[in-house]
């Protein structure tokens, strides 16, 4: 067993793409140096250790996020085309956030690339050493973008080993210089503790994994959800990436607990705290102090941790481009342990209120393309025993279950003539392009469309079987990419077994489709032509600064 450490930072320098140096971390040069710029500079061996990262970007805003360690308020300088623009201060960091802190920062210009330096200062004024993010807003006219997106971190047991070079998918992304990276869930495994000692892998080498108390067991108290968080940023990799690429994060299951939904009594002896609903709320509110979603409002140490909010929303990407990210998680049904045409079937992942808003929300943009991204897949039965916890059911036949809200998404994206939708998706462990039309569907009332899935990122890689499909919405597969064989056996990661998958937006409103291993191989890619009836000729949202 190893044991993580708190190591010093070093300085690194780390170009991307477009974008300004990226200071990845600080060296005792560097400190000498910070020391005569600030005088009340103090070197600590923990500073930051969890880094900066930047999320939600859109035409105008953006949101930095850090740690401190110790309670501090979180300062920023924000520069611009070689300028300093603006300093804030922002809120305090203290333990009922976890040291937590983040500034929503708004009235941004858009097509315009930033540099944040993030530092914590004390109220003695003892500064820690500054680290730095960088992100570019959204064009708000025509211009080219790039998202990437996948899922599925730290799972079936696999953690950070540095002899194999930490989670190189991060790395993998971070080499494509994305504009915005969509983590569509599944950013911990909360119920999956890792070893203790060594995984054996395939091939009868082993993996080492690095350890900390809280990846060692199922989470079930608000410190061990947080130290799950705290594990992943603690790769070199990760790091790299969340301080050089903005991020838009969604949760699954297993930010709580495999398959759950509300209202379970979890039946799983290594639980003592069996209810479903108590771990969700503790590991709801770990995900929001630990990503950096717009979220302002603290509540009472026993509430969801924020309020208001919620997890789905909007990101407006300027004018070829709004984002949907939905939350299949909170409002479901139950999972049922009955034949989906029996009347105790489940009814809905989302909610009639989260169902409404994205009808509205799809009706009122004026965005070229309107990117769905959902937690699981539409026609992948997501089933252990008997537990069916995705939305297809295997039946082919007229909508059951859970598929009756999909129908009625999609039925009103034809009815009020919403065009260039496309659905993107993980969870289930292999990269795939799906196309649906009623043609070939039981369930006829929609316009075709694409379906996208993508992932792991760092977890053992899944079967893809296209037979196995729900024929109720007509998929096509045209590619699938996975583990080859079907057996139960946990591959380790490795970067040829790993997906991530690009939207690359061309200034003419071009979507070109590209599907990658985290070798950076293209497996699969295509150009979808937008309608011109879903395009429009101004922007969705304006910005100034």
């Known amino acids: 067993m190893t044991l993580l450490w708190d190591d010093q930072t070093r300085l690194g320098e780390l170009r991307v793409g477009r974008r300004t140096t990226v200071v990845a971390g600080l060296s005792g040069a560097s400190i000498l140096g910070l020391a005569d710029r600030w005088p009340n500079f103090v070197e600590r061996r923990r500073d930051l250790t969890t ?172 410190d061990h959800f947080r130290g799950r968080h705290r594990y992943p940023l603690r790769d070199d990799n990760v790091r790299e990436f969340y301080a050089a690429v903005p991020s838009a994060v969604q949760w699954d299951d ?33 995900w929001q102090e630990y990503q950096p979603v717009p979220v302002e409002r603290l509540v009472s140490a026993d509430g969801d941790g924020f309020a208001p909010t919620r997890i789905y929303r909007t990101i407006p990407r300027g004018q070829h481009l709004d984002l949907f990210l939905l939350d299949m998680r909170s409002f479901r049904g139950s999972n049922p342990e009955a034949d989906p045409r029996d009347a105790r079937a489940p009814r809905g992942m989302l909610g009639s209120e989260q169902e409404d808003w994205l009808i509205a ?41 859970r598929e009756p809200e999909i129908g009625r998404i999609l039925s009103a994206i034809k009815r009020y003539g919403v065009k260039n939708v496309v659905w993107i998706t993980a969870d289930v462990h292999y990269t795939a392009a799906n196309h649906y039309s009623p043609e070939r569907a039981t369930f006829t009332d929609f316009d075709p469309f694409w379906e996208f899935i ?51 937006i061309a200034p003419s409103g071009e979507l070109t489709v590209r599907l990658y291993d985290a070798v950076g191989t293209v497996l699969w890619q295509k150009t979808l032509e937008p309608d011109p009836a879903g395009q429009s000729a101004t922007a969705s949202r304006s910005s100034a600064e």
């Open 51 to 222: 880094g900066v990262r930047s999320g939600e970007v859109t035409t105008n805003s953006a949101v930095l996020w850090s740690r401190a360690v110790e309670p501090s308020r979180m300062m920023a300088r924000l520069y611009s085309g070689g300028l300093l623009r603006r300093t804030i201060r922002g809120r305090w960091a203290d333990p009922r956030t976890d040291f937590t802190a983040r500034m929503h920062l708004t009235g941004l210009a858009a097509g315009r690339e930033f540099e944040a330096e993030v530092w914590f200062e004390t109220p003695e004024g003892e500064r820690s050493a500054p680290q730095f993010a960088s992100f570019a807003t959204a064009p708000i006219h025509g211009g080219a973008q790039t998202i990437v997106w996948s899922g599925d971190t730290n799972g079936q047991g696999w953690g950070i080993d540095r002899s194999r070079g930490g989670m190189t998918g991060y790395r993998a992304m971070l080499d494509l210089r994305p504009d915005l990276f969509i983590h569509v869930g599944d950013t911990i495994y909360a119920d999956e503790p890792m070893e203790s000692s060594k995984l054996l892998l395939e091939n009868g080498s082993t993996w080492q994994n690095e350890l900390t108390e809280e990846v060692m067991v199922v989470a079930e108290t608000l």
């Open 254 to 286: 297993h930010e709580t607990c495999n398959n759950w939904w509300p209202g379970e009594t979890i039946d799983d002896e290594r639980y003592t705290e069996r209810r479903a609903d108590v771990l969700a709320l503790r590991g709801r509110r770990a």
């Open 361 to 401: 929300s799809l009706r009122r943009s004026t965005a070229t393309w309107k990117v769905i991204s959902i937690d699981q897949p539409l026609s992948a039965p997501v089933r252990q025993l008997h537990d069916l916890d995705g939305i297809a059911n295997g039946d082919h036949g007229r909508p059951m279950g």
């Open 454 to 504: 993508s992932g792991p990122l760092h977890c053992s890689p899944f079967t893809a079987r296209p037979d196995e499909l729900d024929r109720t919405f007509g998929p096509l597969v045209h590619f699938t990419h996975g583990k080859d064989e079907p057996l139960p056996v946990k591959i380790a990661p490795r970067p040829d077994n790993q997906h991530i998958g690009q939207l690359a």
